[in-house]
């Protein structure tokens, strides 16, 4: 696991483009890039060749916020913990630089082997409120249990 460089763009979006129906999350990544907002992002590799990726992007908060995702794998990969390692390597990296918080929009059945709990993300208003926005403190406790929260923009643009 390690931070990627722009020479590795190419096959992060390869990796994107296989692990999801469409293009949106590849495009998602590049667009995050683009206008800044993109915080910590990781890849994993085998035998030189990127195999999965995650990214954590700003999140508009009043407190210090990320939000998890996309986390593609490629295909041959799956199943084999490249996923969990890429994610907890990322919350890690999130908790180590000072954010407070990660939201994920996802399912609960997956995401809450690492902590994120719906019911901490219940309070805030959010354009992707409802059971699949979840909510990770990084310092023990929420430092705020309502508001308003917002991903980066370029996330409006997956509707």
């Given at each position: 696991?390690?931070?990627p460089?722009?020479?590795?763009h ?8 296989e ?8 495009d998602?990544?590049?667009r ?10 990781l ?5 030189g ?11 508009r908060a009043?407190f210090?916020?990320l939000?998890?995702g996309p986390v593609g794998?490629?295909a ?10 890429l994610?907890r390597?990322?919350?890690r990296?999130a908790?180590?630089?000072g ?6 929009l ?12 719906a019911?901490?993300a ?8 409802g059971?699949?926005?979840?909510a990770?403190?990084l310092?023990g406790?929420m430092?705020?249990t309502?508001g ?6 370029a996330?409006a643009?997956l509707?």
């Open positions: 696991m390690r931070t460089g722009p020479e590795n190419a096959a992060i979006r390869r990796v994107h483009l692990a999801f129906p469409t293009a949106a999350e590849a998602l990544v590049e995050l890039r683009l206008d800044g907002d993109a915080a910590i992002e890849v994993a590799d085998r035998a060749d990127v195999i999965g990726h995650v990214m954590l992007s700003r999140m009043a210090p916020a939000g998890l794998i490629l041959a990969h799956r199943g084999q913990g490249v996923a969990d390692r994610i390597k990322a919350l990296r908790r180590e630089g954010w407070r918080a990660v939201f994920v996802g399912d609960p059945a997956y995401y809450c082997r690492f902590g994120f709990r019911e901490l219940a309070g805030f208003d959010c354009a992707w409120s059971p699949y926005l979840m990770l403190p310092e406790t430092p705020a309502t308003r929260i917002d991903y980066a923009p996330f643009e509707g």
